[in-house]
């Protein structure tokens, strides 16, 4: 609901930064630019933070940095502490995204391959609405998945072998909806067991064909660490079965802390300080107004 969401940014973001000041101990006369998201997103959404950032900008006499959502998220390993450097393979995998990206340095991204319908995070949350979970369905799914069976139920493992690193949920979340009706109870109901037996069933066949592209895009890019960003990063079985063929190929595999991986406001301030250290930085200057960009291929 756009509407809905851009006015909640506009009650959260000014005592949000005031926050994130008081919690780093700065203030923000000490800040000497300001990041903001120009884009892809919701409109409402994106003038709410690009309108603040400019007024911000103007009153403190500041240069803006024009982010990239999906930028904040490919780059948001590199905060983790852990050891990382370009060139990596990320797999970014979000309610909006699923993508494999060959990073080889700031601002240098290759697509390899991205969905060409439903989102993997998308797919979680529509199969969890349909075994009665309420949203954000993904981890509620994954912790109901803890107690089933995978395989029990034999699910399609769209485009798995379609030689190229390009994904499709749309069908594998259509057959779990035929799963539903086919299982159901003449009450309607499904039962527990069930249940349990369709979400592990559903998150091994997504994990399925996630670590076998993973796993394809960086033999065919050469690299040797895969990292992994967006909100289904944080799904556990995921982690363990990418971890367990980084173990087997004697290469590298990193997930940034699930606080990183979801939507958040340091993975932009960070894409933000890598582009100015870079050099090629989207400078914004505040006195011209400002602009944001719903539609912004990376
Ligand atoms: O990156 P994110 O926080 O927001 C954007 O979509 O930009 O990702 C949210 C998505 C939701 O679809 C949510 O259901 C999914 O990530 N998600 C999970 C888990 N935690 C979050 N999916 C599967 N397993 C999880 N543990
Ligand atoms: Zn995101």
């Not at 995070?121 to 199969?127: I, R, S, V, Y």
């Amino acid at each position: 609901m756009p509407e809905l969401a851009s006015r909640d940014h506009i009650r959260r973001l000014v005592p949000l930064i005031r926050q994130a000041c008081e919690f780093g101990g700065a203030s923000l006369r000490e800040v000497g630019a300001i990041a903001f998201t120009e884009g892809p997103g919701l409109g409402g959404a994106l003038l709410t933070g690009a309108g603040l950032a400019a007024g911000l900008g103007l009153v403190l006499g500041i240069p803006l940095i024009a982010i990239h959502h999906l930028e904040g998220h490919l780059l948001s390993p590199l905060m983790s502490g852990e050891d990382i450097s370009p060139p990596y393979v990320a797999l970014l995998v979000s309610g909006g995204h699923t993508q494999l990206m060959l990073v080889s340095g700031v601002g240098q991204y290759t697509l390899l391959g991205e969905t060409i319908d439903d989102a993997a995070g998308e797919a979680f949350d529509k199969t969890a609405m349909l075994l009665g979970l309420s949203y954000p369905g993904g981890p509620a799914l994954a912790k109901l998945a803890e107690t089933g069976i995978p395989y029990q139920f034999k699910l399609p493992k769209p485009l798995l072998h379609s030689g190229n690193l390009d994904f499709s949920f749309s069908g594998l979340k259509t057959a779990v909806a035929n799963l539903v009706k086919q299982e159901r109870h003449p009450d309607g109901t499904l039962s527990d067991t069930c249940r349990a037996n369709i979400a592990a069933s559903f998150q091994a066949a997504v994990v399925d064909v996630l670590v076998h592209k993973c796993r394809d895009a960086l033999r065919t890019s050469s690299a040797q660490t895969l990292v992994v960003a967006g909100g289904v990063g944080a799904n556990a079985e995921l982690r363990r079965r990418l971890q367990e063929e980084a173990r087997i190929h004697g290469d590298q595999v990193c997930f940034p802390p699930p606080h990183l991986c979801t939507d958040n406001g340091a993975m932009i301030a960070h894409a933000a300080a890598l582009r100015w250290k870079a050099g090629i930085a989207n400078i914004r200057n505040a006195r011209e107004g400002f602009n944001v960009r719903p539609r912004w291929p990376l």
